[in-house]
Each structure stands twice: as structure tokens, then as C-alpha cells.
T-cell receptor, first 110, second 112 residues
Framework: QQPVQSPQAVILREGEDAVINCSSS?????VHWYRQKHGEAPVFLMI?????EQKGHDKISASFNEKKQQSSLYLTASQLSYSGTYFC???????????FGTGTRLTIIP | NAGVTQTPKFQVLKTGQSMTLQCAQD?????MSWYRQDPGMGLRLIHY???????DQGEVPNGYNVSRSTTEDFPLRLLSAAPSQTSVYFC???????????FGSGTQLSVL
């Protein structure tokens, strides 16, 4: 069962902030975030394990609310290089298969 | 380290033909998987494996077969290609547990 991502698309001006959400109807063990540029394979950004921790990667950070089975990806002071499609992937307890959401297309304009 | 090697990069098939997409990794990862990517559908899991001799179905397994005879290789077989299987296919691997997923470069498949 795919996690639900929102929004489907975002357009930002350089320097603006964005939040991408990912939620699941089943208890989550961990959440992965990946970014994909057009014509390329997805690239790993970060993993969040249960425990509500927040992680950072440059000006991109994420949180994981295990009670709500949700994760959010925060992009602050966006740069042109942040453009791409962002995917969350989820792992559930007792299951090794990683399933992805439908993605959020982020466009940064100068 | 080559990482995850996927071949071919492009393939055109006629309806009803069969073919195998190859995937190999040199990182000794237990977990290997195949995804297909279609516009607006995200990455959908076809099949996955947690070790040699162990495979399981993902979200969209119909029309595809896999096997895992070695830790390194995880080929994906299309038994009788259909136009609905036109897609971009990605192979990916990771360590079991919370390991990050490493992707191959993808195969663009067109079925006419």
C-alpha cells in the first residue's frame, strides 16, 4: 500500500520554503526521502527511524511523527538545485519491502 | 565499486515477446527490488528479495517473474510483453533494516 504524499506539485521562487508531507495508514518503522532529477535515478536524502527524530541535510530537514504515521520534509531557502521530484518511501514493522509515494514535483524559479 | 548495474538502458519489444532485465550489485546487499515508474504513479514495487532463494511480490507483480540464485543478481523477466508494461524500470538494493536504497540507472522499455 503506497503512502500518500502531498502536495502533488509545488512551484517556488528561489529562497522560499516548502513542506512536503507523507502519511501512511499502517504503523511505520522508518521513512526514507529521495529526490529524482528528470531522466535520472532517485537519490537518497535521509532516513528517519521511529522516535520522532528530526534529521537534516544541508537546508533540507525532515521529521517523523510515529503517532500520526506521518513524515514531513522541510526545504528552507530553496535553491535552483532543489528542483526535482521528491519521494517518500516507507518501511512497516516486520516487513522489509520499501514502498514509495506518488511523488511531489518541486519547481524552483529564479 | 560499481554499485547497482542495470542492463539494458533502452529496449523496444513487440507485444508477446519475452525478455529479461538484468540487475547486479556488488555491495553484498541482502535486499534487492524492482520498481516501475509511470507518470503520476510514483515508484511501484514489482518484486523484491531479502536474500538468495527468497523472493516475494510487491504491489504490481502480474506479468513479471524474478529469481534470486545469488546475492549479487536479481533478474526481472517479462514473460509475454504487453503495451501496459511500457515504463521505466529501476532495480535497487540495500542492506536489510534501515539501509538506504541504491538505485540502478534505469531501463526505458517500450512495448509496441
Amino acid at each position: 500500500q503506497q503512502p500518500v504524499q502531498s502536495p502533488q506539485a509545488v512551484i517556488l521562487r528561489e529562497g522560499e520554503d516548502a513542506v512536503i508531507n507523507c502519511s501512511s495508514s499502517k504503523a511505520l518503522y522508518s521513512v526514507h526521502w529521495y529526490r529524482q532529477k528528470h531522466g535520472e535515478a532517485p537519490v537518497f536524502l535521509m532516513i528517519l527511524l521511529k522516535g520522532g527524530e528530526q534529521k537534516g541535510h544541508d537546508k533540507i530537514s525532515a521529521s517523523f511523527n510515529e503517532k500520526k504515521q506521518q513524515s514531513s520534509l522541510y526545504l528552507t531557502a530553496s535553491q535552483l538545485s532543489y528542483s526535482g521530484t521528491y519521494f517518500c518511501g516507507v518501511l512497516h514493522f516486520g516487513n522489509e519491502k520499501l514502498t514509495f509515494g506518488t511523488g511531489t514535483r518541486l519547481t524552483i524559479i529564479p | 565499486n560499481a554499485g547497482v548495474t542495470q542492463t539494458p538502458k533502452f529496449q523496444v519489444l513487440k507485444t508477446g515477446q519475452s525478455m529479461t532485465l538484468q540487475c547486479a550489485q556488488d555491495m553484498n546487499h541482502e535486499y534487492m527490488s524492482w520498481y516501475r515508474q509511470d507518470p503520476g504513479m510514483g515508484l511501484r514495487l514489482i518484486h523484491y528479495s531479502v536474500g538468495a532463494g527468497i523472493t516475494d511480490q510487491g504491489e504490481v507483480p502480474n506479468g513479471y517473474n524474478v529469481s534470486r540464485s545469488t546475492t549479487e543478481d536479481f533478474p526481472l523477466r517479462l514473460l509475454s510483453a504487453a503495451p501496459s508494461q511500457t515504463s521505466v524500470y529501476f532495480c535497487a538494493s540495500r542492506r536489510q533494516g534501515e539501509g538506504k536504497l541504491f538505485f540502478g540507472s534505469g531501463t526505458q522499455l517500450s512495448v509496441l
